[in-house]
């Protein structure tokens, strides 16, 4: 296990230049200075070696030293759409699902969701989602995104293999969750739940319905049990 610090940055070169908020965690609170060595990322899937050569105001500068294949990236392409919820329950949700291992997530506002989203509120989920990739030694963050209505959100959908819509008023599920293929889409409500409409609109997109069993699940719990089953079934877990 790495236990060098990581850091995203935007391109990688022979000499990287660390600043913003990335600088402020490495110089503030990890207290990083010459010598030291650490992981860079850029999203790209690879990871690389670097040593930071001198502090300058407001910035790091870091040598390049090597790159390295990274391979924590899961195979399968999981885009999650949660609706947007109340308190800190998004924030959660990104950072747990960022954890599994989704490419993607889109947060959507629709009929029963009361919680609001703005462009601070998109900007801190992705920060979670950034912080999370590298805790959990990610090679990518997933994009974050929103739509303000849930028909945007299953228009977004399109082209993946697999459309999973958990439906809490469904009593059994309309398909098995096995042996997949290697895309999946996965739409979770809010706390408000859908309405008949939605969950129609949905099939009509050619989402399949989902029952997580006799209970009715917390948005956050079931958005975290669907995409372990998700993974599960993808082959990505064990
Ligand atoms: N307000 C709703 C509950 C919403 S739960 C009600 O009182 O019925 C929030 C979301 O979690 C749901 O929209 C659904 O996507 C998911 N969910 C919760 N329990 C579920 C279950 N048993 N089966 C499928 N999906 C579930």
Not at 5 to 12: E, M, N
Not at 128 to 138: D, I, N, P, S, W
């Amino acid at each position: 296990m790495s236990a060098l610090k990581r850091f995203f940055v935007d391109k990688i070169a022979e000499e990287v230049l660390l600043s913003g908020e990335e600088f402020r965690h490495a110089k503030n609170v990890l207290r990083l200075g010459a010598g030291d060595e650490v992981t860079l990322l850029d999203g790209s899937g690879k990871e690389y070696a670097a040593i930071v050569a001198r502090a300058e105001k407001g910035a790091l500068l870091l040598h390049v030293t090597g790159e390295r294949a990274a391979d924590r990236e899961p195979k399968a392409d999981v885009f999650l759409l949660i609706g947007a919820l109340k308190g800190d329950k998004t924030e959660l949700v990104v950072q747990k699902a960022t954890e599994l291992g989704v490419n993607r997530i889109g947060v959507f506002s629709s009929r029963y969701c009361s919680a609001y989203m703005n462009e601070n509120k998109l900007e801190r989920l992705r920060r979670v989602a950034r912080e999370a990739a590298k805790q959990c030694l990610r090679s990518r963050v997933p994009e974050v995104g929103f739509f303000d209505t849930l028909d945007g959100a299953l228009a977004a959908a399109e082209g993946y293999e697999n459309k999973l819509f958990a439906c809490e008023f469904l009593e059994k599920s309309e398909g098995d969750i096995a042996d997949m293929g290697a895309s999946y889409c996965l739409v979770v409500g809010s706390e408000g739940g859908f309405t008949e409409e939605e969950f129609s609109s949905a099939k009509a997109r050619g989402f399949t319905g989902v029952s997580l069993g006799k209970r009715i699940l917390r948005a956050e719990t079931a958005a975290i049990a669907l995409l372990s089953v998700v993974m599960k079934e993808a082959g990505e877990l064990g």
